[in-house]
Protein backbone atom coordinates (compact mmCIF):
# COMPACT_ATOMS: atom_id res chain seq x y z
CA UNK A 1 0.00 0.00 0.00
CA UNK A 2 1.59 3.10 -1.00
CA UNK A 3 2.02 6.33 1.45
CA UNK A 4 0.08 8.48 0.03
CA UNK A 5 -2.61 6.06 -0.11
CA UNK A 6 -2.70 4.93 4.03
CA UNK A 7 -2.11 8.51 5.07
CA UNK A 8 -5.72 9.58 2.87
CA UNK A 9 -7.04 7.06 5.02
CA UNK A 10 -5.75 7.87 8.04
CA UNK A 11 -6.84 11.18 7.66
CA UNK A 12 -10.83 10.18 6.67
CA UNK A 13 -10.29 8.33 9.96
CA UNK A 14 -9.82 11.38 11.97
CA UNK A 15 -12.22 12.97 10.34
CA UNK A 16 -14.97 10.25 10.85
CA UNK A 17 -13.90 9.09 14.45
CA UNK A 18 -11.42 11.35 16.33
CA UNK A 19 -14.70 12.85 17.93
CA UNK A 20 -16.01 9.84 19.29
CA UNK A 21 -12.65 8.70 20.33
CA UNK A 22 -11.68 11.60 22.50
CA UNK A 23 -15.05 11.53 24.15
CA UNK A 24 -14.43 7.96 24.57
CA UNK A 25 -10.59 8.72 26.09
CA UNK A 26 -12.70 11.85 28.01
CA UNK A 27 -14.76 9.64 29.85
CA UNK A 28 -12.09 7.08 30.53
CA UNK A 29 -9.27 9.73 31.84
CA UNK A 30 -11.19 12.61 33.36
CA UNK A 31 -8.83 14.66 31.89
CA UNK A 32 -8.68 17.35 28.40
CA UNK A 33 -5.07 16.67 27.93
CA UNK A 34 -4.70 12.68 28.56
CA UNK A 35 -7.25 12.16 26.57
CA UNK A 36 -6.08 14.44 23.59
CA UNK A 37 -2.95 12.77 24.34
CA UNK A 38 -4.26 9.02 24.02
CA UNK A 39 -6.19 10.28 20.86
CA UNK A 40 -2.77 11.42 19.49
CA UNK A 41 -1.23 8.30 19.87
CA UNK A 42 -3.84 6.09 18.98
CA UNK A 43 -3.27 7.81 15.71
CA UNK A 44 -0.27 8.01 15.38
CA UNK A 45 -0.37 3.78 15.77
CA UNK A 46 -2.67 3.87 12.94
CA UNK A 47 -0.51 5.55 11.00
CA UNK A 48 2.05 3.08 11.87
CA UNK A 49 -0.10 -0.18 10.92
CA UNK A 50 1.44 -2.12 8.20
CA UNK A 51 -2.60 -2.99 6.82
CA UNK A 52 -5.10 -0.56 7.56
CA UNK A 53 -7.83 -2.47 9.69
CA UNK A 54 -11.02 -3.12 7.77
CA UNK A 55 -13.14 -1.56 11.40
CA UNK A 56 -10.91 1.98 12.03
CA UNK A 57 -13.23 2.43 14.73
CA UNK A 58 -13.40 -0.28 16.51
CA UNK A 59 -10.04 -0.71 15.90
CA UNK A 60 -9.02 3.17 17.37
CA UNK A 61 -11.32 2.34 20.48
CA UNK A 62 -9.71 -0.89 21.67
CA UNK A 63 -5.87 1.04 21.15
CA UNK A 64 -7.21 3.89 23.02
CA UNK A 65 -8.23 1.71 25.61
CA UNK A 66 -5.52 -0.53 25.97
CA UNK A 67 -2.68 2.88 25.69
CA UNK A 68 -5.12 4.30 28.23
CA UNK A 69 -4.35 0.54 30.75
CA UNK A 70 -0.87 1.19 29.89
CA UNK A 71 -0.83 5.12 31.06
CA UNK A 72 -2.77 4.04 34.30
CA UNK A 73 -0.78 1.38 35.04
CA UNK A 74 2.36 3.14 34.92
CA UNK A 75 1.23 5.84 37.26
CA UNK A 76 0.04 3.07 39.97
CA UNK A 77 3.47 1.62 39.15
CA UNK A 78 5.01 4.87 39.66
CA UNK A 79 3.40 5.87 43.28
CA UNK A 80 3.88 2.52 44.90
CA UNK A 81 8.12 2.94 44.08
CA UNK A 82 8.11 6.48 45.29
CA UNK A 83 5.52 6.69 48.35
CA UNK A 84 5.43 9.73 50.20
CA UNK A 85 5.06 9.18 53.58
CA UNK A 86 6.16 12.52 55.01
CA UNK A 87 4.29 15.37 54.95
CA UNK A 88 5.25 17.63 51.94
CA UNK A 89 6.90 20.69 52.31
CA UNK A 90 4.11 23.02 51.49
CA UNK A 91 1.73 21.25 54.49
CA UNK A 92 0.58 23.83 57.05
CA UNK A 93 0.98 22.64 60.54
CA UNK A 94 -2.41 22.77 61.37
CA UNK A 95 -3.25 20.20 57.58
CA UNK A 96 -0.62 17.92 59.24
CA UNK A 97 -2.62 18.05 62.58
CA UNK A 98 -5.22 17.18 60.77
CA UNK A 99 -3.89 14.53 58.95
CA UNK A 100 -2.62 12.97 62.54
CA UNK A 101 -6.34 12.86 64.26
CA UNK A 102 -7.73 11.71 61.16
CA UNK A 103 -4.96 8.41 60.92
CA UNK A 104 -5.17 8.43 65.13
CA UNK A 105 -9.27 7.92 64.33
CA UNK A 106 -8.97 5.26 61.42
CA UNK A 107 -6.43 3.25 63.73
CA UNK A 108 -9.30 3.50 66.57
CA UNK A 109 -11.75 2.41 64.26
CA UNK A 110 -9.52 -0.51 62.94
CA UNK A 111 -9.59 -1.51 66.78
CA UNK A 112 -13.58 -2.22 65.98
CA UNK A 113 -13.24 -4.24 63.35
CA UNK A 114 -13.05 -7.94 64.06
CA UNK A 115 -9.58 -9.75 64.26
CA UNK A 116 -9.33 -11.37 61.02
CA UNK A 117 -10.87 -8.32 59.26
CA UNK A 118 -8.14 -6.26 61.04
CA UNK A 119 -5.47 -8.49 59.99
CA UNK A 120 -6.72 -9.17 56.36
CA UNK A 121 -6.55 -5.00 56.22
CA UNK A 122 -2.91 -4.81 57.86
CA UNK A 123 -1.71 -7.27 55.11
CA UNK A 124 -3.37 -5.68 52.56
CA UNK A 125 -2.75 -2.12 52.96
CA UNK A 126 0.64 -1.81 55.50
CA UNK A 127 1.67 -5.09 53.86
CA UNK A 128 0.82 -4.86 50.04
CA UNK A 129 0.18 -8.36 49.83
CA UNK A 130 -2.22 -9.90 47.11
CA UNK A 131 -5.55 -11.63 48.04
CA UNK A 132 -3.72 -14.71 46.98
CA UNK A 133 -0.80 -13.86 49.30
CA UNK A 134 -3.34 -13.20 52.25
CA UNK A 135 -5.51 -16.51 51.61
CA UNK A 136 -2.24 -18.47 51.83
CA UNK A 137 -1.17 -16.99 54.78
CA UNK A 138 -4.28 -17.25 56.39
CA UNK A 139 -5.50 -20.64 55.29
CA UNK A 140 -8.42 -18.86 54.01
CA UNK A 141 -10.06 -18.77 50.40
CA UNK A 142 -9.47 -15.67 48.34
CA UNK A 143 -12.99 -14.55 48.36
CA UNK A 144 -13.14 -14.81 52.10
CA UNK A 145 -10.09 -12.23 51.81
CA UNK A 146 -12.31 -10.27 49.29
CA UNK A 147 -14.96 -10.30 51.57
CA UNK A 148 -13.17 -9.34 54.51
CA UNK A 149 -12.04 -6.10 52.56
CA UNK A 150 -15.51 -5.23 51.36
CA UNK A 151 -17.06 -5.70 54.83
CA UNK A 152 -14.45 -4.04 56.38
CA UNK A 153 -14.66 -1.01 53.98
CA UNK A 154 -18.13 -0.59 54.18
CA UNK A 155 -18.06 -0.65 58.16
CA UNK A 156 -15.17 1.79 58.10
CA UNK A 157 -16.72 4.16 55.65
CA UNK A 158 -19.62 3.59 57.74
CA UNK A 159 -18.26 4.91 60.67
CA UNK A 160 -16.05 7.61 59.29
CA UNK A 161 -19.24 9.23 57.77
CA UNK A 162 -20.75 8.78 61.06
CA UNK A 163 -19.44 12.12 62.93
CA UNK A 164 -20.50 10.03 66.28
CA UNK A 165 -18.29 7.68 66.32
CA UNK A 166 -15.52 7.12 68.41
Known amino acids: MSMVLKEAQVYQAFIAHAPYLRNYMLKLTLDPESAADLVQEAFVRLLLQEHF ?3 PRAWLARTGYRLFVDQWRRKQRESRESPNTEPA ?4 PEQALLDREFEDRVNRLLLR ?3 KTREVFRLRIYDQLSYVEIANRLNC ?3 TV ?3 VRRGRAKLAKWLSDSTAV
Not at 89 to 92: A, E, G, K, R
Request: aromatic content about 12%.
Open 146 to 148: KTC
Open 113 to 115: LHP
Open 53 to 55: PPY
Open 89 to 92: DWMT
Open 141 to 143: SEN
